[in-house]
């Protein structure tokens, strides 16, 4: 069945980074897009950023672009979200997602806490 894990996230001071991961395994990883989403509490879950099955293509959020890349490795079935000069604001839970045969599929998320 399809696994979607994440990790790396903590906590990190404003300006720091952090880089999270998402295993993938279950599922053909390298035909499909693949997705990080965010929820802060009390907020509705928003798209973070999204990148191709082949990593050709990425989008991003307007409040983080030149800020968080998405990456791949079809390799290692792994996806990933750099986290650069992090705000406050960036505090949540993030969460990696796919399509797949027009079911939407989640992980349970890895948390991350910017704050001094």
């Known amino acids: 069945q399809v696994q979607l894990v994440e990790s790396g996230g903590g906590l990190v001071q404003p300006g720091g980074s952090l880089r999270l991961s998402c295993a993938a395994s279950?599922?053909?990883?390298?035909?499909?897009?693949m997705s990080w989403y965010r929820q802060a509490p009390g907020k509705e879950r928003e798209l973070v950023a999204t990148?191709?099955?082949?990593?050709?293509?990425?989008n991003y959020a307007d409040p983080v672009k030149g800020r968080l890349t998405v990456s791949r490795d079809n390799a290692k079935n792994i996806v990933y979200l750099q986290m650069n000069s992090l705000k406050p604001e960036d505090t949540a839970k993030y969460f990696c997602n796919c399509q797949i045969g027009g079911r939407s599929k989640w992980g349970r998320g890895t948390q991350v806490t910017v704050s001094s």
């Open positions: 279950g599922f053909v990883f390298g035909s499909y897009d």
């Open positions: 990148i191709t099955g082949d990593g050709s293509i990425t």
